[in-house]
């Protein structure tokens, strides 16, 4: 996926008909406070591979605080290409289980959330966002195995308004909601532990400062 996002950069930034001056390039820095749900299934296999048991935890939310920063590219007056980055980890609150021989532990951290995105912004300042997203997803566990990281993908929506500062200074505040494709992980043994996620999706209230040049 990163490849991917890699390449359509490098092609719209190459183009001819989508060249981009250093005068029409911006950068930014935001401030991301999330609200995200999911539904959770673990399956609890025996060394014969028969399922034993199945757990289920619907509408399980979370909130958290990060960071992020951004840089975007303007095709015209009206609309910019961009590629956001967020260089710290989304953490999920651990889940603990009682189990014979000690607590099962599991926490996901969501790493490198990275989205491509078109921005189209009115005369009045207010602007619209739609984007592809891409994140990598580490599950932090204890007494239940080594389970492997995992990559999601998924959209973002983002609706704004910018209010400009002078001196090519703007300062942003939107709302953007997010959808992510399931995962599902092993923790790779024969009585195997598998941990499905599915219906992930979030709000986010977001605040940035932008300077263009």
């Known amino acids: ?16 008909a989508y060249a981009v001056t250093l005068s029409e390039l911006s950068v930014g820095a935001s401030f991301n406070h999330g609200l995200y749900v999911g539904n959770g299934k673990e399956e609890n296999y025996t060394h014969a591979g028969v399922l034993e048991k199945t757990t289920t935890k619907d509408g ?15 095709v015209n007056e009206d609309v910019s290409i961009g590629l956001s980055y967020t260089p710290e980890s989304i953490d999920t609150p651990q889940n603990v289980n009682g189990e ?31 984007g592809y997203s891409q994140m990598d997803i580490h599950l932090v566990t204890e007494n239940v195995g080594n389970y492997k990281d995992q990559d999601t993908n998924g959209f973002e929506f983002a609706l704004g308004y910018e209010h400009e500062a002078g001196d090519g200074v703007g300062i942003r505040a939107e709302l953007a909601y997010h959808m992510f494709d399931d995962v599902k992980a092993d923790n790779g043994i024969t009585d195997k532990n598998e941990i ?9 209230a977001r605040i940035s400062l932008v300077k263009s040049f």
């Open 100 to 130: 014979e021989g000690g607590d099962n532990k599991v926490k996901a951290e969501f790493e490198n959330l990275t989205t491509l995105y078109v921005l189209g912004k009115s005369d009045m300042g207010v602007y619209g966002k739609i």
């Open 196 to 204: 499905t996620v599915s219906d992930m999706e979030g709000a986010t």
């Open 60 to 74: 399980a939310a979370f909130v958290d605080s990060y960071a992020s920063i951004f840089v975007e590219a303007q």
């Open 1 to 16: 996926m990163k490849k991917i996002i890699a390449t359509i950069v490098a092609l719209v930034f190459s183009t001819s």
